[in-house]
């Protein structure tokens, strides 16, 4: 077993070998994470894993070209190759219907899913989510666009974060460090180049589909994000049909972590709901 609690099990899913954490009983919840420098399901879910993990099944990969998950050769990215291994991972483990949880950048991926495939999504969470239009923030131009330093990391972290006192100095060397790990950076930089309003555009559903959707839809946002803008959970609240909003006050982009508690509530009661 690897001393690195960001590597846990290994399956292969759409021909991929993909590192994911899997732990608890009950109905299974995936979580998707979000697309930051050197992150991985490990760093997003951390604190929510092991609480979610008390009534339910969950189950964390690492997203194609994003942390220990392996790599395509070709180093190209696209939202088909994103659903294909998602849905490959589903298939892999045999899941047949799963509540679906996307943060950031996880929940495009996530809301594809739900309509591509959406007898098997019970209930959708999307936090600080894309998905919709918005003019690229100054945030999220410098996440896409890191270039690997620790006084870079420490200033993105800023962003990410509405208390500062969250921001240490260990926590930039820890995330920078992640960032530097071979292959990271090189699949990370090929995912969203300049002109990055391009991708915000690309991973924008209609809303005619968003209105389309029949899933149970929990919408989280922070207040004070930075890097996705607060219209964005508007937006989807007011598009899909059948959903609900909470906004967290004194809350930047790390929902989970900064108001780790009460998030995890929520998401545990709001999947009770559908058992």
């Known amino acids: 077993m690897s001393q690195n609690p960001e590597i846990s099990k290994s399956i292969r899913a759409a021909g991929i070998e993909t590192n994911y954490h899997d732990e608890g009983k009950g109905s299974?919840?995936?979580?998707?994470?979000?697309?930051?420098?050197?992150?991985?399901?490990?760093?997003n879910w951390r604190l929510t894993i092991p609480e979610l993990a008390k009534k339910y099944r969950v189950l964390a990969p690492d997203v194609l070209g994003f942390g220990f998950t392996e790599r395509p050769?070709?180093?190209?990215?696209?939202?088909?190759?994103?659903?294909?291994?998602?849905?490959?991972?589903?298939?892999?483990?045999?899941?047949?219907?799963?509540?679906?949880?996307?943060?950031?950048f996880g929940s495009a991926l996530a809301l594809q899913l739900a309509t591509r495939i959406p007898q098997r999504i019970s209930r959708l969470?999307?936090?600080?989510?894309?998905?919709?239009?918005?003019?690229?923030?100054?945030?999220?131009?410098?996440?896409?666009?890191?270039?690997?330093?620790?006084?870079?990391?420490?200033e993105l972290m800023g962003y990410f974060a509405f208390d500062r006192a969250l921001v240490t100095d260990e926590l930039a060397e820890l995330r920078y460090k992640a960032s530097?790990?071979?292959g990271f950076q090189e699949s990370f930089s090929a995912m969203f180049p300049a002109p990055r309003q391009r991708w915000i555009d690309s991973l924008a559903l209609p809303e005619e589909t968003l209105r389309a959707l029949p899933h149970e839809t929990l919408v989280i946002h922070g207040r004070e994000d930075k890097i996705i803008p607060l219209s964005n959970a508007y937006q989807l609240h007011q598009k899909i049909q059948r959903s609900q909003l909470h906004v967290f006050g004194r809350c930047g982009h790390w929902t989970q972590i900064e108001h780790s508690k009460r998030f995890n509530e929520l998401l545990s009661d709001f999947f009770a709901e559908a058992a």
Request: hydrophobic content about 45%; charged content about 20%.
């Open 28 to 43: 299974p919840i995936v979580l998707l994470h979000g697309s930051g420098p050197g992150v991985s399901a490990w760093a």
């Open 73 to 104: 050769k070709d180093n190209r990215y696209d939202m088909d190759k994103w659903v294909k291994h998602a849905v490959g991972f589903l298939d892999a483990l045999s899941l047949d219907k799963v509540g679906l949880v996307g943060n950031s």
């Open 125 to 154: 969470v999307l936090m600080g989510a894309v998905g919709v239009g918005f003019e690229l923030t100054e945030g999220l131009d410098k996440a896409w666009g890191y270039q690997p330093s620790i006084e870079s990391m420490r």
């Open 180 to 182: 530097i790990r071979p």
